[in-house]
């Protein structure tokens, strides 16, 4: 299993997970940048995402939505702030409504991805960033943490 950590930090408002790759930061960067890779990746196996539009470049937009066991959807974006390839990519990410337009009633996060080379491999650190401890808190809930390692978990399937 490639999640080696996952952390949360109430009074920072930060969500932290980390996770090691046996293959190099290229290959991990490809998958984040080809969105039929990333539909693979990003949503729990119970919950497969389908991305609509995909522009991983700054100011660019990454639509989204995961499609639950009984039919349900649950819509996403990200609003892409700043890429470095391979090494990092920061964006905003949030709940969307069915047309994309931003959910404001659930949380809004800035999430920094960053891929090193470590020990023939990459290390992954994904850093989520939220307002204020209400929307933290509200993720929690909803169950993140366990359905960030099931997503990133998956990861490894693919690259093998």
Partial sequence: MPVTDISHDLDALTLTITAQFAAPVQRIWDI????????KVWGPKEYPATVVD????????????MTGPEGDRHHGYWKVLEVHEP??????????????RPNTEL???TCVSTFTAQDGGTRAVYVTTYADREGLQTVLDMGVEEGSRSAID???ELVS
């Fill in 107 to 109: 949380p809004v996060s």
């Fill in 154 to 156: 998956q990861i490894d």
């Fill in 54 to 65: 995909h522009s991983l470049t700054p100011g660019g937009l990454v639509t989204y939505y």
């Fill in 87 to 100: 090494d990092s990519f920061r964006y905003e990410d949030g709940f969307a409504h069915e047309d994309f």
């Fill in 32 to 39: 984040y940048a080809d969105p039929r890779q990333l539909e």
